[in-house]
Every structure is written in C-alpha cells, then in structure tokens.
T-cell receptor
Framework: ETGVTQTPRHLVMGMTNKKSLKCEQHLGHNAMYWYKQSAKKPLELMFVYNFKEQTENNSVPSRFSPECPNSSHLFLHLHTLQPEDSALYLC????????????????FGSGTRLTVV | QKEVEQDPGPLSVPEGAIVSLNCTYSNSAFQYFMWYRQYSRKGPELLMYTYSSGNKEDGRFTAQVDKSSKYISLFIRDSQPSDSATYLCASHTGGFKTIFGAGTRLFVKA
C-alpha cells in the first residue's frame, strides 16, 4: 500500500448510529488532517494532528470525534450526525515543520462518501 | 468576501485547446500557492506548487502567480480528455493555514 488509504469508501448511516472512518498514511509524514468537502464549497479543515498531538480543532461539532493513536493512523468517530453532515470526508497528510505546515501541499486519500439518512 | 475565489464553471473545451484556470485571493499575506486536480470519486492530487510571484512549468502545465493583482492561474497546453477533472487552487500564508477555492470543473471533449 502506498500513499493515504481511507476506509470505508462509502458509508450510509442513520442519525442515531455510531460509525468510524479510518485513515492510514504510508508516507512517513508527521502531520495528518481531516477535511470535509461539500458540493460546490471549498474544502473545510476539521482537525489537524502533528506527531499524533491534536494541534487544531476548527470549531467542529462534538458529534465528530477524532483519534490519532500514532503518526500513521487517524480515525474520525461519528455519532448522532445530521443530514447536513453528508459530504465527502478527506484525510490528508504532509511532511512539514512549524509555521509552514501544509505550505508545500498535502497528499489526500480518496475519501469516504458519507450519507446521513 | 471569500479569501480565495474561483469560478465553478463548468468549462468545456475541445481536445488540444489551451486551458486557462484562474483564482483571485484577498489576503496579501499568502506566500505559497498550489493547484490540485480532483477526478470524480477521488481525493485531490497536488499538481503544482509555487512560492511567491512568477511562473512554474511542469510538462503541459504552467502555474502563474501575480501577487500585485492577487491573481493565480493554471495553464494547460494541448489539453486531453484525461485532463477532465475539477481543479482546486489553494493559498497558504506560511502561518499554518491553507485556504482552498471551491474548484472549477473542466471538460475536455475528444
């Protein structure tokens, strides 16, 4: 496996369900990100982890809960979601330091297409 | 005003045409500029990265940044049907934050 791998590719869940998205990067990068992509909107940064420590939470509702057990794996735990949370959830990684984190570009996974019914 | 603005398109061109994709940005602190290509049902893929003003060329792709007018461009020469995708521009201040445009859909007709 190379690059950034996300599972599952598609997920349909009810508003009362609990599910998790998984991301794994095989690039040796030190930073990992969760982004939300909705139709015709710019990518929205949700969470940033640097060396498995959360360094940014972009005012994301608590029904989204990230977990980063090590620098290669990232999870997004979902519970009691709303239909407006339906979107493509993208994981990304980068090898950056300090203030330039992300300045040289990210490697993205293929995303999880989430539908909340 | 959005920090990075991009025409959503769609932009439809015949095969072999020169394609011009453009973004404007409002934050003069942006120093790094990127273009990503996103195929349907895939994540964005980094195409080009530039620092400050000037041009950068990679094969059929040329990225251009004009900081005086806050304008970012991507030119695709000899466009191919395989170039059909959504193109995202992005800017970075050098202070942790990357801002993306909403993307322009490009169709190259054979």
């Amino acid at each position: 496996e190379t690059g950034v791998t996300q599972t599952p590719r598609h997920l349909v869940m009810g508003m009362t369900n609990k599910k998790s998205l998984k991301c794994e990067q095989h690039l040796g990068h030190n930073a990992m990100y969760w982004y939300k992509q909705s139709a015709k909107k710019p990518l929205e940064l949700m969470f940033v982890y640097n060396f498995k420590e959360q360094t940014e939470n972009n005012s994301v509702p608590s029904r989204f809960s990230p977990e980063c057990p090590n620098s290669s794996h990232l999870f997004l735990h979902l519970h009691t979601l709303q239909p407006e949370d339906s979107a493509l959830y993208l994981c990304a990684s980068s090898q950056d330091w300090g203030r330039d984190r992300g300045a040289y570009g990210y490697t993205f996974g293929s995303g999880t297409r989430l539908t909340v019914v | 005003q959005k920090e990075v603005e991009q025409d959503p398109g769609p932009l439809s061109v015949p095969e072999g045409a020169i394609v011009s994709l453009n973004c404007t940005y409002s934050n003069s602190a942006f120093q790094y500029f990127m273009w990503y290509r996103q195929y349907s049902r895939k994540g964005p893929e980094l195409l080009m990265y530039t620092y400050s003003s000037g041009n950068k060329e990679d094969g059929r792709f040329t990225a251009q940044v004009d900081k005086s007018s806050k304008y970012i461009s991507l030119f695709i020469r000899d466009s191919q049907p395989s170039d059909s995708a959504t193109y995202l521009c992005a800017s970075h201040t050098g202070g942790f934050k990357t801002i993306f445009g909403a993307g322009t859909r490009l169709f190259v007709k054979a």
